[in-house]
């Protein structure tokens, strides 16, 4: 494909990849018992399915059986190096690729963050992952959508790890108040609708230590574990709990994925936070945070008592005395 005049090419092109295992052995098989629910090569349910589960008996998902969409994954375009996945899957939302596709680098020489930021993209070290989304929504409803990614990332990074995963508005996945996965989300360029998203997904994997300016901010899933990770597992099992939080999204709303926001982030109210973004009166702006509003922006009570949403930007937890 060509993008921004270059050439670029993929390593594979998987058309017909079902979530097969890698070395975890966690998905293997497509096969379905009775209930629906796709099983392992040992006949249990992955852990997809069992996220899924715990969903439903909470009363978030009605019904066990909610399906998840299999084009999620489908087409794989797998890169060993590229400027962003963002980029890539930019242009393959443009040619009209379907929902679900994904691009997978082993290294990017120019990832991007949130907020500007560049993103640590060395190659073998981590998950540099986009994914094509066409959702049914307005442009304000994409706030949401982000939500949707960030619940649906800390929920496959706890139940890989086993690791109490904390959600740091609007997405960052945290372990030990260290952040280990990044999620962008951008739409596409038409004005007067939502033409796609791509939601861009990067998961420090393999990392033994990091840059000065990273130490103390960032850890990885080796760091926490103990363990290597293998980029294709821990992609396949994110596919699967986005592909499933996406789908209940459309089907449910909103609630859901700001009731499981809320529940999972120690963020989401009565943490005094420094708000990154633009400054009042040439001072960074602090409150305590007052969960979320239905447009999915963070609330914030300032000092005097004032109540308001942030829009963009980000938070930090607030080390001064309020």
């Known amino acids: 494909m060509l993008l921004a005049g270059r050439q670029i090419q993929p390593v594979t092109v998987d058309w017909l990849r079902a979530y097969s295992a890698g ?3 966690l998905l293997q098989t497509n096969r379905h018992a009775e209930d629906g629910l796709p099983r392992n090569a040992t006949g249990a349910t992955d852990l997809g399915s069992r996220l899924r589960d715990n969903r439903a008996k909470s009363g978030e998902i009605s019904g066990a059986r909610l399906p998840m969409p299999l084009q999620f994954g489908k087409p794989m375009l797998h890169y060993r190096s590229v400027r962003s996945t963002m980029e890539v899957a930019h242009g393959l939302g443009l040619e009209g690729y379907p929902e679900g ?19 640590l993209s060395e190659p073998g070290l981590g998950l540099y992952l986009s994914v094509v989304l066409r959702p049914e929504c307005s442009a304000e409803e994409l706030p949401i959508l982000t939500l949707v990614a960030g619940v649906a990332v800390r929920e496959a990074v706890a139940g890989l790890t086993g690791a109490d995963c904390d959600l740091r508005w609007p997405n960052d996945v945290l372990i030990e108040d260290r952040k280990c996965c990044g999620i962008l989300a951008e739409k596409g360029p038409a004005l007067d609708r939502v033409d796609f998203v791509v939601i861009g997904i990067g998961v420090n994997l393999n990392h ?10 960032a850890t990885s ?10 980029a294709d597992a821990v992609r396949d099992i994110i596919l699967e709990s986005l592909a499933a939080r996406c789908e209940q999204h459309r089907r449910c709303g909103p609630e859901a994925v700001l009731r499981a926001f809320q529940e999972s982030s120690s963020y989401a109210a009565g943490r005094s936070v420094v708000v990154e973004g633009p400054k009042r009166g040439g001072q960074p702006r602090r409150g305590v945070t007052a969960g979320l509003n239905a447009a999915g922006q963070l609330l914030i009570r300032s000092p005097d008592g004032i109540v308001w949403p942030l829009v963009s930007g980000s938070v930090r937890p607030d080390g001064a005395t309020m």
């Open 23 to 25: 070395p975890l052995g």
């Open 101 to 119: 596709t994904s691009v997978i680098a082993d290294e990017q020489t120019g990832g991007r963050g949130r907020l500007g930021r560049s993103w």
């Open 208 to 217: 033994l230590e990091f840059p000065d300016g990273l130490r103390t901010e």
């Open 221 to 230: 899933l080796r760091i926490e574990t103990g363990r290597e990770w293998s």
